[in-house]
């Protein structure tokens, strides 16, 4: 029988983050991946720069295939705009870097064994148990088809599990965390480019976002190394579950092949392979860790998705090390409270902000993304060196004066 101080489930950003930290502060440590690293993860792979912050001994030139300074932004593919993401006047200049997630969370996982950790990839978890002398958890390989192995190639007990399995993980349902969900849905394809072809405006360092092609959502393209992640979002779902919806597949494929048109991108519908995701957005306070503190719930698997702007990397990497520091530190119980310190009131406002910004899209993006400073307090959002709270009432007031103005501009059809 195996014994660790923490095991932690799912080598993500937040995952590997957590194993690093607890790892670097003498805990015994194993990281269970469910695929052989390097794998692919479907992201759009999109972090603001500051995620250097948290980590210092990483080298960017080992994970950022471009840096993105501008954003060009579109109406209905239409009604273009172009805006830096430092104007003149900026004290401290931000952008975005892009990465692919295979190679970034390798680099991650690679970090966390450096630091002590063990990792054990291509070990899917299928049980989570808490007994009385810790948490025991079992795992089968997974085979190159996808498949599980029969009998548990794993066993092991800890003090303390981390669930960073995602929204789909098995540690959420045995800690009996988060049963009432909002799952939000991505959807992209990895398109082969050649800089230099193409709409004038693809550039390695402007990424691009579409608000009217994809009702309660947007789309995007973000450029990388030698292609571009051109995928679509649906971020306010009617029911608990996109999921489900096979209608709202086909609507975000269907931009994500008006945002090919759009680009002058020559394509084949039927070579097209598209990758999904499910988006567990943040809905309010709940509790992420259990009552006897054994089971805490990092990133995708606690709803860290901002719900206004579906982003989720840093949020997780920032969960990670939350989480372990709660463990070296013997206040797991508090987890939950030092998350929403961290999170709540800012994203509290985001979705607020979300739900106005999905219903009334066009007024926002006449009033909101078309201000020259938008794509900047943009980014400041994303890095989190401005909260939400900070900027909700403002932004509520300019789009209502918007509001206003787009009423009083409309002409009454009818002459009484």
Known sequence: MLNYDLIVCGAGPAGAMAAATAAQAGLKVALL???????????????????????????????????????????????????????????????????????????????????????????????????????????????????????????????TVIGADGANGVTAKAAKLRQTRAIALGMEVEFPHEWGTGHPDLQSDVAHLEYGAVKHGYAWVFPKADHLN?????????????????????????????????????????????????LPIWCGKERLNTADGRILLVGDAAGLINPLFGDGILHAAKSGIIAATCVTSGTTQAYSDRIHDEFANSFNAARRLAYFFYQYPKIFYQYGVKNPKAAHIATQLLAGDLPFNAILGRALRRIGTGMISSLSSVKPSVRL
Not at 78 to 84: E, I, K, T
Not at 86 to 93: A, E, Q, T
Not at 252 to 266: G, K, N
């Open 230 to 278: 051109i995928g679509a979002g649906l971020f306010r779902p009617a029911r608990q579950d996109a999921r489900s919806d096979r209608q709202i597949r086909e609507a975000l494929r269907q931009s994500i092949f008006d945002y090919l048109e759009m680009l002058q991108l020559p394509y084949d519908r039927a070579q097209m392979k598209f990758h999904a995701h499910p």
């Open 33 to 159: 991946e469910k695929q052989i690293l390097p794998r692919h993860k479907t992201c759009g792979g999109g972090t603001p720069m500051v995620m250097q912050s948290l980590l210092y001994d990483l080298a960017p030139e080992a994970f950022v295939e471009s840096d993105v300074v501008s954003l060009r932004q579109t109406w209905h593919f239409d009604d273009p705009y172009l805006a830096a993401i430092n104007p003149l006047g900026v004290d401290r200049p931000l952008s975005i870097w892009m990465m692919q997630r295979s190679v970034f969370d390798n680099a991650l996982a690679q970090r966390a064994v450096r630091a002590g950790a063990e990792l054990r990839d291509g070990l899917a978890v299928r049980s989570v148990e808490v007994e009385n002398d810790g948490v025991r958890v079992r795992a089968q390989v997974t085979k190159a088809n996808g498949t599980l192995s029969k009998g548990d190639a794993f066993v092991a007990t800890a003090r």
